[in-house]
């Protein structure tokens, strides 16, 4: 079974720090992996794609490393703010799917950076 | 990216109603969209893969006769869902991907209570 776990499930960090957020993923053959960041009551925000021959993409504060071959990726936040308070998705599209380009999605990591 | 709008945003519907949920995709040509579903700090589920000109794509355990999936354009695609129950309440996102593309982009989502 495809599945993408997210560990931890909620972080508190006081501004400034840096932090990781973990996501694996049960099957090492993917098309890409997306992080996405979700605002309560709201839609989701693309944060960084990561196709499946890339190892690492950065954009700003953030970067997402991500190794196939042992399912993981990370999100790498650099010098946080209380602004990147927000629940953190890690997607898979999985190259062997049922489900064609849909994105499996873990349950995400609830972040509150405190001032 | 990609600009994704649904409509309406939050909808209160009595029990026994049907409720139309737009996905637009503005810029681009969408030949597919994907409906997810999110309960209270719950994951995004896959509910159906649409292919505009042909019917959609259910996952398991999604009623296709309860929830009714029209992609009849390249812009645009509805989920009406039929007789609504309580237990219906979530929230609604579309995503779209283009031809060949790679990455979804994702409206804001659509809030429904059945009461």
């Known amino acids: 079974k495809q599945e993408v776990t997210q560990i931890p499930a909620a972080l508190s960090v006081p501004e400034g720090e840096n932090l990781v957020l973990n996501c694996s993923f049960t099957?090492?053959?993917?098309?890409?992996l997306q992080w996405f960041r979700q605002d309560p009551g709201k839609g989701l925000t693309s944060l960084l794609l990561?196709?499946?021959?890339?190892r690492e993409q950065t954009s700003g504060r953030l970067n997402a490393s991500l190794d196939k071959s042992s399912g993981r990726s990370t999100l790498y936040i650099a010098a946080s703010q209380p602004g990147d308070s927000a629940t953190y998705l890690c997607?898979?599209?999985?190259?062997?799917?049922?489900?064609?380009?849909?994105?499996?999605f873990g349950k995400g990591t609830s972040l509150l950076v405190t001032p | 990216g990609a600009v994704v709008s649904q409509h309406p945003s939050r909808v209160i519907c009595k029990s026994g109603t049907s409720v139309k949920i737009e996905c637009r995709s503005l810029?681009?040509?969408?030949?597919?969209m994907f409906w997810y579903r999110q309960f209270p700090k719950k994951s995004l589920m896959l509910m159906a893969t649409?292919?505009?000109?042909?019917?959609?794509?259910?996952e398991q355990g999604v009623e296709k006769d309860k929830f009714l999936i029209n992609h009849a354009s390249l812009t645009l695609s509805t989920l009406t869902v039929t007789s609504a129950h309580p237990e219906d309440s979530s929230f609604y996102i579309c995503?779209?991907?283009?031809?060949?593309?790679?990455?979804?982009?994702f409206g804001p989502g659509t809030r429904l209570t059945v009461t």
């Open positions: 995503s779209v991907r283009g031809q060949g593309g790679s990455e979804q982009y």
């Open positions: 099957d090492s053959a993917i098309y890409n």
């Open positions: 990561i196709q499946s021959s890339q």
């Open positions: 997607a898979v599209r999985f190259t062997n799917s049922n489900s064609g380009y849909a994105l499996n």
């Open positions: 810029d681009f040509q969408a030949t597919t």
């Open positions: 649409s292919n505009e000109g042909s019917k959609a794509t259910y």
